[in-house]
């Protein structure tokens, strides 16, 4: 062998060594066996060991193993943050509850209500309306009066041929659970309204408050007025507008003149039981105006409504701030009080019957109302006490 024919194949083979350094990396990545360079293409790819079969090396990812993984982690129920507490649990339930009563098929709000009936005659019905639901129609929710026909219907056994009907007489807000009237007649309806607009209808609230009211019993008579409130979140609400102002000497008070958008609104109230900073209220309003209970607890004696998130802060809308104290009692974070339900209940409804004797209904006090109760130490008074 010359020394050309020697220099050719050292120069031959100095190239395979570069080539196989530079293809040696890709075949230990795991796709082949380190002997695989001295294999064929078809040979290569055939010799490809199924995913997991070495050991110690990570089993390749597969396509079909890819979509397959996806698709579990999207049926997956999203994790909801757990409650906090027993208290945190029951208002997360109460909150779905009323969403749900809400968005169900009038029929099944109308077969709720019928087995809540508190009281009924030929003249009037008595119903236990649940929290959350609004009495009037509402876009894109379930009413009470939405679903009356059907619930008229269920009281006659229904028949086909029923004529009788159900009318709402004195409203509830939204938030505010208990005894609802309603007149089973046109003629039902108007006899109320007269009887109301002479206070013989009796409507008596209990409310849990942030706060004692001093004095312990009292009427609050100062006219209400819807206000806008301007800021970084205007807004309207309704507020105190009273006759008589502080002078400027701070030695008396002066009487100014009445707005003419002004509410006469009277309340009455009396505390039935206090403790850890907060009270059982009983409110009975002698007028009919919008929120009078609310804006009068709130900024007449400075002790809102637990859970009144609206009236509990003037300047701003945002969450109600608790005490420490009262937060430690029911278990809640205050990051978490927005989900605190209003806590007024529709507790007691008296007006005279078309015989001698008055018509009076109690409703049950709801599930996260007792609850309330029981953490903050608060005493049920017996049913006397309300005579």
């Not at 005659?121 to 009470?144: F, L, Q, W």
């Not at 206000?227 to 009487?255: C, E, I, W």
Request: glycine share 6%.
């Amino acid at each position: 062998m010359n020394s050309s024919s020697r220099i050719a194949r050292s120069d031959w083979r100095s190239g395979l060594n570069i080539v196989f350094s530079r293809v040696k990396p890709w075949l230990n990545c795991g796709r082949c066996p380190e002997a695989a360079p001295y294999l064929s293409r078809s040979q290569t790819t055939a010799a490809v060991p199924a995913p997991g079969a070495e050991d110690g090396e990570k089993p390749r990812l597969r396509a079909i193993d890819l979509a397959r993984k996806v698709r579990q982690e999207g049926a997956k129920p999203p994790t909801e943050e757990p409650p906090v507490s027993g208290q945190q649990k029951i208002v997360t339930e109460l909150k779905r509850f009323s969403l749900q009563l809400q968005n169900v098929h009038p029929n099944v709000l109308a077969k709720h209500l019928h087995r809540s009936v508190l009281y009924q005659d030929k003249h009037v019905v008595v119903i236990n309306k649940p929290y959350g639901v609004p009495v009037r129609e509402a876009s894109g929710v379930t009413s009470i009066s939405s679903v009356l026909p059907v619930l008229s219907k269920m009281l006659d056994g229904m028949k086909i041929r029923s004529e009788s009907q159900l009318l709402p007489c004195l409203g509830l807000d939204k938030e505010t659970p208990g005894a609802l009237l309603l007149a089973r007649s046109e003629e039902a309806l108007e006899h109320i309204l007269n009887l109301h607009r002479n206070n013989q209808v009796q409507r008596k609230y209990w409310a849990i408050t942030v706060g004692v009211p001093v004095p312990s019993e009292g009427v609050i008579d100062i006219p209400v007025i819807e206000r806008q409130v301007t800021g970084s979140q205007p807004h309207y609400k309704m507020a105190l507008s009273p006759l008589f102002r502080m002078n400027d000497a701070g030695d008396g008070v002066s009487k100014v003149r009445a707005h003419r958008q002004a509410q006469s609104a009277v309340s009455k109230y009396r505390v039935l039981d206090s403790s850890n900073g907060c009270s059982l209220v009983e409110l009975q309003p002698l007028t009919g105006v919008k929120h009078q209970m609310r804006v009068h607890m709130a900024f007449a004696l400075t002790c809102p409504i637990l859970g009144d998130h609206k009236y509990s802060h003037w300047t701003k809308l945002a969450p109600q701030k608790l005490p420490e104290r009262v937060l430690g009692k029911l278990g809640l974070e205050q990051s978490k009080i927005r989900y605190l339900p209003l806590h007024v209940l529709a507790r007691h409804l008296t007006l005279p019957g078309t015989s001698q004797a008055d018509i009076s209904v109690s409703c049950p006090l709801p599930k996260y109302f007792t609850q309330t109760l029981k953490r903050l130490q608060l005493t049920i008074p017996d049913e006397k006490d309300h005579e």
